[in-house]
């Protein structure tokens, strides 16, 4: 006969393994252009590719790029999106795992090293989760080392104050949020698809942990 308590927790980390899978299937952040002519151009970016979807006048178009096509324009950027690419790939490994031996706890006990094992594995996939979170929050810092290395590139003939003004927008300092400059160009930023999964994957891991202690296994 199955068990109430272990198949909710069974439904939690099944839910928690598809926002992973989200995480490394669509994209972590997006940046926003809106120009006065109509023109919006929204840039979104993962770990492998960028991708671009120019809107204007009813017309839409879309260019998918890999960050090797891009000349190292996002080099510092990148290695936060591969981070975080690592930590959900562990958190789902780990929600595989725990799935497995709440299956089992599904139709009958489980030993006492079965259990610890299971708790062990939820309590990886709630720190690898934890962890890809925040990786995602450093992405502004990681812009701004992008757009310095760029615009102090030999072939810019930028002063060192012009250099630091291209880099001081809001963009290049805050995780989200949105500027309007002199010209009446708006840009926004902020996460998307994959970010969102990730932190509601979170949310359903860390109450599925409690409610595993407190719970499903209370000896």
């Known amino acids: ?6 198949l909710i927790s069974l439904i939690l980390i099944v839910l928690s393994a598809v926002c992973t ?3 490394f299937s669509t994209y972590w952040f997006v940046v926003k ?5 109509g023109s919006d151009i929204s840039s979104y970016y993962k770990y492998n590719r960028v991708k671009a979807t ?5 017309e839409e178009t879309t260019v998918t790029s890999s960050y090797d096509d ?14 975080a690419l690592s930590m959900d790939i562990l958190a789902f490994v780990n929600l595989f795992f725990s799935a497995c031996y709440m299956g089992i706890a599904l139709f009958k006990e489980i030993s006492p090293a ?3 094992k299971l708790k062990n594995s939820l309590n990886g996939a709630t720190i690898f989760l934890i962890i890809a979170t925040f990786v995602v929050l450093g992405v502004p810092k990681a812009r701004r080392e992008d757009c310095e290395y760029n615009v102090n590139d030999g072939s810019n003939n930028y002063t060192n104050s012009q250099a630091a003004e291209f880099c001081s927008s809001g963009i290049y300092k805050k995780f989200y949020g949105s500027e309007t400059e002199a010209d009446g160009t708006k840009v926004s930023w ?7 999964a990730i932190v509601i994957g979170l949310g359903l891991s860390f109450f599925n942990n409690i ?3 407190c719970g499903v296994f209370r000896n």
């Open 1 to 6: 006969m199955v068990k109430i308590l272990p």
């Open 21 to 23: 899978i989200i995480g």
């Open 33 to 37: 252009v809106e120009t006065p002519d």
């Open 54 to 58: 120019n809107s204007f006048e009813g």
């Open 70 to 83: 891009i000349d190292g324009s996002f080099s510092a950027q990148l290695k936060f999106y591969k981070a």
């Open 114 to 116: 079965n259990q610890t």
């Open 190 to 196: 902020g996460p998307t698809t994959a970010w969102i």
């Open 211 to 213: 409610f595993v202690y």
